[in-house]
């Protein structure tokens, strides 16, 4: 089992920038791939970034030159720097954590900017 604990979320101006953090707990195994995920009011959860254990990224073209994803294999924590924040990246963010078939989710944070 394993739990992860979202952080960083609020509320933002338009231009403004914030940093999600994630934190990975219980039976982590090495290889792994944590991202995060969003969710806008009445559409379906997107991939926004995520990250291999070895370092590979993958961005949403929707993001990409914007947010920055990271990870710190000892502290299983992932880190999301968000920039040039716009009203389209309001929505609800849950970290995820996937091994081969196995997933879990965090709880999720809350992300709003204002224009």
């Known amino acids: 089992q394993v739990h992860l604990v979202e952080s960083g979320g609020g509320l933002v101006q338009a231009g403004g920038s914030l940093r999600l953090s994630c934190a990975a707990s219980?039976?982590?195994?090495?290889?792994?791939?944590m991202g995060w995920y969003r969710q806008a009011p009445e559409k379906q959860r997107e991939l926004v970034a995520a990250?291999?254990?070895?370092?590979?990224?993958n961005y949403a073209d929707s993001v990409k030159g914007r947010f920055t994803i990271s990870r710190d294999n000892a502290k299983n924590t992932i880190l999301l720097q968000m920039n040039s924040l716009n009203s389209e990246d309001t929505g609800v963010y849950y970290c995820n954590f996937k091994r081969i078939v196995t997933e879990y989710w965090g709880q999720g944070t809350q992300v709003t900017v204002s224009s």
């Open positions: 219980g039976i982590i195994f090495k290889i792994n791939t």
């Open positions: 990250i291999t254990s070895d370092g590979r990224t």
